[in-house]
Protein backbone atom coordinates (compact mmCIF):
# COMPACT_ATOMS: atom_id res chain seq x y z
CA UNK A 1 0.00 0.00 0.00
CA UNK A 2 0.81 3.82 -0.96
CA UNK A 3 0.89 5.91 2.07
CA UNK A 4 0.97 9.29 0.64
CA UNK A 5 1.70 12.30 2.70
CA UNK A 6 -1.64 13.66 2.38
CA UNK A 7 -3.76 10.36 3.85
CA UNK A 8 -5.25 12.34 6.21
CA UNK A 9 -6.39 15.11 4.61
CA UNK A 10 -7.14 13.82 1.33
CA UNK A 11 -10.77 14.98 1.63
CA UNK A 12 -9.87 18.71 2.45
CA UNK A 13 -8.23 19.60 -1.09
CA UNK A 14 -7.19 23.10 0.41
CA UNK A 15 -5.25 21.83 3.22
CA UNK A 16 -3.70 19.79 0.70
CA UNK A 17 -3.16 22.10 -1.62
CA UNK A 18 -1.78 24.57 1.26
CA UNK A 19 0.50 22.10 2.57
CA UNK A 20 2.03 21.23 -0.86
CA UNK A 21 2.60 24.82 -1.68
CA UNK A 22 0.09 24.80 -4.89
CA UNK A 23 -2.31 27.58 -3.32
CA UNK A 24 -0.41 30.93 -4.64
CA UNK A 25 1.69 30.98 -1.36
CA UNK A 26 3.28 28.20 1.14
CA UNK A 27 2.43 28.94 4.79
CA UNK A 28 5.91 29.58 6.50
CA UNK A 29 4.45 29.77 9.83
CA UNK A 30 1.48 31.89 11.66
CA UNK A 31 2.77 35.28 12.85
CA UNK A 32 1.21 36.18 16.15
CA UNK A 33 2.12 40.12 17.11
CA UNK A 34 6.18 40.47 16.20
CA UNK A 35 6.76 36.98 16.76
CA UNK A 36 6.01 33.77 14.24
CA UNK A 37 5.16 30.05 15.33
CA UNK A 38 6.51 27.40 13.21
CA UNK A 39 9.44 28.27 11.64
CA UNK A 40 11.29 25.80 13.25
CA UNK A 41 12.54 27.95 16.46
CA UNK A 42 10.61 26.52 19.35
CA UNK A 43 7.95 28.85 20.76
CA UNK A 44 6.82 28.98 24.56
CA UNK A 45 3.56 30.50 25.25
CA UNK A 46 2.70 30.33 28.76
CA UNK A 47 0.83 32.02 31.65
CA UNK A 48 -1.78 31.56 34.19
CA UNK A 49 -5.05 29.08 33.32
CA UNK A 50 -6.75 32.18 34.21
CA UNK A 51 -6.28 35.76 34.84
CA UNK A 52 -7.90 36.15 38.42
CA UNK A 53 -6.05 40.12 39.22
CA UNK A 54 -3.48 42.68 38.11
CA UNK A 55 -1.22 41.79 40.21
CA UNK A 56 -1.10 37.63 39.70
CA UNK A 57 -1.04 38.72 36.15
CA UNK A 58 1.69 41.23 35.87
CA UNK A 59 3.94 39.03 37.99
CA UNK A 60 3.17 35.78 36.18
CA UNK A 61 3.98 37.73 33.08
CA UNK A 62 7.03 39.26 34.05
CA UNK A 63 8.41 35.87 34.96
CA UNK A 64 7.22 34.37 31.55
CA UNK A 65 9.10 36.92 29.57
CA UNK A 66 12.25 36.89 31.89
CA UNK A 67 13.11 33.25 31.32
CA UNK A 68 12.22 33.33 27.43
CA UNK A 69 8.48 32.84 26.86
CA UNK A 70 7.34 34.47 23.66
CA UNK A 71 3.91 34.60 24.07
CA UNK A 72 1.22 34.97 26.84
CA UNK A 73 -1.94 32.74 28.27
CA UNK A 74 -4.49 33.87 30.45
CA UNK A 75 -8.13 32.84 30.32
CA UNK A 76 -10.96 35.93 30.63
CA UNK A 77 -13.63 33.40 29.75
CA UNK A 78 -13.45 30.20 31.44
CA UNK A 79 -15.46 26.92 30.17
CA UNK A 80 -15.57 24.83 33.53
CA UNK A 81 -17.51 21.94 33.58
CA UNK A 82 -19.05 22.78 37.20
CA UNK A 83 -20.96 25.85 37.03
CA UNK A 84 -20.70 26.98 40.59
CA UNK A 85 -16.82 26.80 39.77
CA UNK A 86 -14.82 30.40 38.40
CA UNK A 87 -15.69 31.41 35.69
CA UNK A 88 -13.22 34.00 34.77
CA UNK A 89 -13.21 37.71 34.72
CA UNK A 90 -14.61 37.84 31.43
CA UNK A 91 -14.80 41.90 30.60
CA UNK A 92 -13.60 43.07 33.20
CA UNK A 93 -10.24 41.98 32.85
CA UNK A 94 -10.02 43.53 29.60
CA UNK A 95 -8.24 46.45 30.82
CA UNK A 96 -5.73 44.26 32.92
CA UNK A 97 -4.56 41.67 29.90
CA UNK A 98 -4.05 44.46 28.00
CA UNK A 99 -1.59 46.82 30.30
CA UNK A 100 0.30 43.79 31.31
CA UNK A 101 0.72 42.27 27.43
CA UNK A 102 1.65 45.93 26.73
CA UNK A 103 4.19 46.24 29.75
CA UNK A 104 6.08 42.94 29.20
CA UNK A 105 5.82 43.36 25.30
CA UNK A 106 4.32 39.54 24.38
CA UNK A 107 1.83 38.95 22.20
CA UNK A 108 -1.44 37.34 24.33
CA UNK A 109 -3.89 34.13 23.73
CA UNK A 110 -7.01 33.94 25.29
CA UNK A 111 -9.85 31.76 25.15
CA UNK A 112 -13.35 33.05 23.23
CA UNK A 113 -16.17 31.06 24.46
CA UNK A 114 -19.01 32.40 22.05
CA UNK A 115 -18.79 34.20 19.19
CA UNK A 116 -20.42 37.16 20.60
CA UNK A 117 -17.32 38.05 22.43
CA UNK A 118 -15.16 38.18 19.02
CA UNK A 119 -15.48 41.95 18.46
CA UNK A 120 -14.59 42.86 22.13
CA UNK A 121 -11.70 40.77 22.25
CA UNK A 122 -10.28 41.69 18.92
CA UNK A 123 -8.86 44.72 20.45
CA UNK A 124 -7.71 42.27 23.37
CA UNK A 125 -5.98 39.11 21.89
CA UNK A 126 -3.14 38.82 19.78
CA UNK A 127 -4.43 34.86 19.11
CA UNK A 128 -7.71 33.73 19.65
CA UNK A 129 -8.14 30.20 21.43
CA UNK A 130 -10.44 27.78 20.37
CA UNK A 131 -10.77 25.63 23.84
CA UNK A 132 -10.83 21.81 23.89
CA UNK A 133 -14.85 21.92 24.76
CA UNK A 134 -15.20 24.13 22.06
CA UNK A 135 -13.82 22.25 18.65
CA UNK A 136 -16.61 20.63 17.62
CA UNK A 137 -18.48 24.79 17.67
CA UNK A 138 -18.64 24.86 14.11
CA UNK A 139 -20.99 28.12 14.36
CA UNK A 140 -18.19 29.56 16.50
CA UNK A 141 -15.06 28.27 14.06
CA UNK A 142 -17.01 29.98 10.61
CA UNK A 143 -17.44 33.21 12.06
CA UNK A 144 -13.48 33.06 13.30
CA UNK A 145 -12.76 31.53 10.16
CA UNK A 146 -14.09 35.08 8.45
CA UNK A 147 -11.43 37.31 10.98
CA UNK A 148 -7.74 37.67 10.19
CA UNK A 149 -6.29 36.95 13.68
CA UNK A 150 -4.73 33.90 14.29
CA UNK A 151 -6.62 30.64 16.00
CA UNK A 152 -5.11 28.53 18.21
CA UNK A 153 -7.20 25.51 17.23
CA UNK A 154 -7.21 23.43 20.47
CA UNK A 155 -8.17 19.16 19.78
CA UNK A 156 -11.18 18.22 21.16
CA UNK A 157 -10.36 16.22 24.60
CA UNK A 158 -12.47 13.20 22.97
CA UNK A 159 -11.75 14.40 19.16
CA UNK A 160 -9.89 11.88 16.69
CA UNK A 161 -6.73 13.61 14.29
CA UNK A 162 -9.11 13.46 11.84
CA UNK A 163 -11.99 15.86 13.37
CA UNK A 164 -9.58 18.33 14.73
CA UNK A 165 -8.54 18.29 11.04
CA UNK A 166 -11.54 18.76 9.75
CA UNK A 167 -12.25 21.59 12.57
CA UNK A 168 -9.24 23.44 10.95
CA UNK A 169 -10.78 22.91 7.77
CA UNK A 170 -13.68 24.57 8.73
CA UNK A 171 -11.78 28.09 9.90
CA UNK A 172 -9.70 27.81 6.69
CA UNK A 173 -12.76 27.48 4.43
CA UNK A 174 -14.00 30.82 5.92
CA UNK A 175 -10.78 32.74 4.63
CA UNK A 176 -8.76 32.32 8.12
CA UNK A 177 -5.76 30.29 7.25
CA UNK A 178 -3.60 31.61 10.35
CA UNK A 179 -4.04 28.41 12.39
CA UNK A 180 -1.66 26.92 15.13
CA UNK A 181 -2.94 23.31 16.16
CA UNK A 182 -2.82 22.56 19.99
CA UNK A 183 -2.86 18.82 21.22
CA UNK A 184 -3.70 19.13 24.56
CA UNK A 185 -4.29 15.66 25.49
CA UNK A 186 -7.61 13.01 25.02
CA UNK A 187 -9.72 11.02 27.05
CA UNK A 188 -8.60 7.69 27.46
CA UNK A 189 -9.38 4.32 29.71
CA UNK A 190 -6.64 5.30 31.66
CA UNK A 191 -7.21 7.91 35.23
CA UNK A 192 -4.06 7.77 36.18
CA UNK A 193 -3.49 11.21 34.28
CA UNK A 194 -6.57 13.94 33.58
CA UNK A 195 -5.74 13.51 30.07
CA UNK A 196 -3.62 11.15 27.92
CA UNK A 197 -1.45 13.34 26.16
CA UNK A 198 -1.32 12.38 22.35
CA UNK A 199 2.43 12.26 21.50
CA UNK A 200 1.37 10.92 18.13
CA UNK A 201 -0.72 13.28 17.19
CA UNK A 202 2.42 16.15 17.19
CA UNK A 203 4.84 14.20 14.78
CA UNK A 204 1.35 13.24 12.75
CA UNK A 205 0.24 16.55 12.62
CA UNK A 206 3.68 17.77 11.19
CA UNK A 207 4.16 15.67 8.61
CA UNK A 208 0.51 15.65 7.27
CA UNK A 209 -0.56 19.34 7.75
CA UNK A 210 0.27 22.41 6.46
CA UNK A 211 -0.08 24.20 10.12
CA UNK A 212 2.14 25.02 13.26
CA UNK A 213 1.55 22.59 16.35
CA UNK A 214 1.84 23.42 19.87
CA UNK A 215 1.94 21.17 22.67
CA UNK A 216 -0.43 21.62 25.65
CA UNK A 217 1.23 19.39 28.37
CA UNK A 218 -0.35 20.94 31.39
CA UNK A 219 -3.97 19.76 30.30
CA UNK A 220 -2.34 17.07 28.96
CA UNK A 221 -1.40 15.56 32.23
CA UNK A 222 -2.93 17.46 34.65
CA UNK A 223 -0.22 17.21 37.01
CA UNK A 224 2.64 20.22 36.95
CA UNK A 225 5.81 17.27 38.45
CA UNK A 226 4.80 15.54 34.74
CA UNK A 227 4.88 18.60 32.40
CA UNK A 228 8.53 19.09 32.10
CA UNK A 229 8.82 15.72 31.39
CA UNK A 230 5.97 16.00 28.53
CA UNK A 231 7.27 19.16 27.26
CA UNK A 232 10.66 17.90 26.73
CA UNK A 233 8.86 14.90 24.95
CA UNK A 234 6.98 17.37 22.75
CA UNK A 235 9.94 19.40 21.81
CA UNK A 236 11.77 15.90 20.72
CA UNK A 237 8.76 14.88 18.56
CA UNK A 238 8.61 18.30 16.92
CA UNK A 239 6.47 20.55 17.95
CA UNK A 240 7.03 23.97 17.02
CA UNK A 241 6.37 25.29 20.80
CA UNK A 242 4.79 24.57 24.09
CA UNK A 243 1.16 26.60 25.71
CA UNK A 244 2.11 26.18 29.12
CA UNK A 245 0.12 27.23 32.59
CA UNK A 246 1.83 28.78 35.17
CA UNK A 247 0.99 30.55 38.78
CA UNK A 248 2.50 32.34 41.56
CA UNK A 249 1.04 30.20 43.82
CA UNK A 250 -0.59 27.55 42.25
CA UNK A 251 -1.82 26.33 46.14
CA UNK A 252 -4.31 29.27 45.51
CA UNK A 253 -5.18 29.03 41.94
CA UNK A 254 -8.80 29.66 41.05
CA UNK A 255 -8.51 27.05 38.12
CA UNK A 256 -6.19 24.48 37.13
CA UNK A 257 -3.62 24.60 40.49
CA UNK A 258 -2.81 21.16 39.96
CA UNK A 259 -0.76 21.24 36.47
CA UNK A 260 -0.06 24.53 37.33
CA UNK A 261 3.60 25.43 37.59
CA UNK A 262 5.80 27.13 40.08
CA UNK A 263 7.54 29.90 38.89
CA UNK A 264 10.88 27.50 40.08
CA UNK A 265 9.63 24.98 38.03
CA UNK A 266 9.30 27.00 34.68
CA UNK A 267 12.85 28.27 35.04
CA UNK A 268 13.77 24.73 35.15
CA UNK A 269 11.63 23.92 32.22
CA UNK A 270 13.10 27.19 30.41
CA UNK A 271 16.71 25.99 31.35
CA UNK A 272 16.10 22.37 30.03
CA UNK A 273 14.40 23.08 26.59
CA UNK A 274 17.44 24.47 24.97
CA UNK A 275 19.41 22.07 25.89
CA UNK A 276 17.41 19.72 24.22
CA UNK A 277 16.47 22.04 21.21
CA UNK A 278 20.50 22.08 20.64
CA UNK A 279 20.63 18.75 20.19
CA UNK A 280 18.04 18.36 17.74
CA UNK A 281 19.52 21.11 16.06
CA UNK A 282 17.02 23.69 16.64
CA UNK A 283 16.68 26.75 18.79
CA UNK A 284 13.90 28.80 21.33
CA UNK A 285 12.30 31.71 19.26
CA UNK A 286 13.62 35.24 20.72
CA UNK A 287 11.08 38.26 20.12
C1 LIG B 1 -7.20 26.26 29.08
O1 LIG B 1 -6.29 26.41 28.23
O2 LIG B 1 -7.18 26.80 30.19
C2 LIG B 1 -8.29 25.30 28.79
C3 LIG B 1 -9.49 25.43 29.32
O3 LIG B 1 -7.90 24.32 27.98
P1 LIG B 1 -8.74 23.14 27.27
O4 LIG B 1 -9.73 23.83 26.38
O5 LIG B 1 -7.68 22.40 26.53
O6 LIG B 1 -9.38 22.32 28.35
MN1 LIG C 1 -6.48 25.52 32.37
Known amino acids: MKITA ?13 KQGRMNHKLSGVKV ?31 V ?12 FKLRTDPTAFQGLGREAYDIAKKVKADVALPFVSEITD ?27 KELG ?9 RGFAATFKEWML ?5 FKGGNEAIVLCERGIRTFETSTRNTFDINSIALAKIETPFPVIADPSHGT ?35 GNQSLTFAQYETLMTKLPKLLNALDRKMAVI
Request: charged share 20%; glycine share 10%; net charge neutral.
Open 167 to 171: AADYI
Open 222 to 256: GRADLVVPISLAAAAAGADGLLIEVHPDPATAKSD
Open 6 to 18: TFLIRDMPALVDL
Open 146 to 154: QTKKPILLK
Open 115 to 141: PRQISDLLDVVDMFQVGSRNMHNYALL
Open 33 to 63: GSGTIGTGTFSVWAGPCSVESAEQFAKTAAL
Open 65 to 76: KRFGGVGLRGGL
